[in-house]
């Protein structure tokens, strides 16, 4: 009995000893996240939110940033992820959403149907 506690005992402090001076590191969780910016502008005569076309990866959080730079408020959303938004002229939104699959997402102002939508594309 005496010589199972001795052994058990020395491989317990072997194995001490053999990660002694060894940093062991846990393994740290990121929030994986990507960053878009979109932003409501005059182009070419038209009102647009731009960039036209971004591509993310699909189960990534998504932190959007949402920016008019018109002299008058409007409007922000994604169906599905971003209800209807109004967006201060000068004014700065930010959201968040995590696109589950692949899929082509519209961004737009539901306050001026002429507006030029984006596309989100989730990959």
Known sequence: MISKILL???????????TAGVEV??????????TVAFEARMESGKKIWAPAETKVEAGKQL???AHNSLPEPHGFTIVGYIEPQ??????????TITPK?????KVS???HPAHVPATLKVK
Request: net charge positive; hydrophobic share 40%.
């Open 101 to 105: 699959k692949s899929e082509d997402l």
């Open 109 to 111: 102002c539901q306050l």
């Open 63 to 65: 932190e959007i940033t």
């Open 86 to 95: 109004t967006i201060g002229a000068g004014e700065t939104k930010t959201f």
């Open 8 to 18: 058990a005992s020395a491989v317990f402090i072997g194995a001490t000893v053999a």
């Open 25 to 34: 590191k846990k393994p740290i969780k990121h929030n994986v996240k990507e």
